[in-house]
Each structure stands twice: as C-alpha cells, then as structure tokens.
C-alpha cells in the first residue's frame, strides 16, 4: 500500500510539474481531447495503462 501512495504522489508531482511549465500547452492538449472521440481516448487510456502495467511489472521482477 506504501508504493501505491508513493506512485500516487509521483504523478501529482509530475503532472503539477507540466501544468506550471507549460500551461498554455496544456490548455491545447485538454482542447484536442475534447474534441478526440470517446473511443480514441478509451484505446489510448487502455494502451497506456498496459504499457504502466509492464513498467511495473518489469522493475518488480
């Protein structure tokens, strides 16, 4: 449960990280996936969830 919560900080401090560098590049990226089609966003959440899932897999092992 401490790594989940470990991991679960990291990404708060990455994604705060790119929002205070790049706001306005942000604004553009959450603009192309409001008008990207559900599917499309599900294939990519799906892929990137697979591609998390073998890094964590990888650096266990």
């Known amino acids: 449960m401490t790594d989940f919560i470990v991991a679960l900080g990291l990404v708060l401090v ?10 306005s590049r942000v604004r553009e990226a959450l603009e192309v996936m409001r008008v990207t089609p559900d599917q499309q966003l599900r294939l990519v959440g799906l892929i990137a969830a697979l591609a998390g899932l073998v890094v964590v897999w990888w650096m266990r092992s």
Do not use: V
Request: glycine content about 10%; charged content about 10%.
């Open 14 to 23: 990455i994604e705060g990280l790119i929002l205070a560098a790049f706001p």
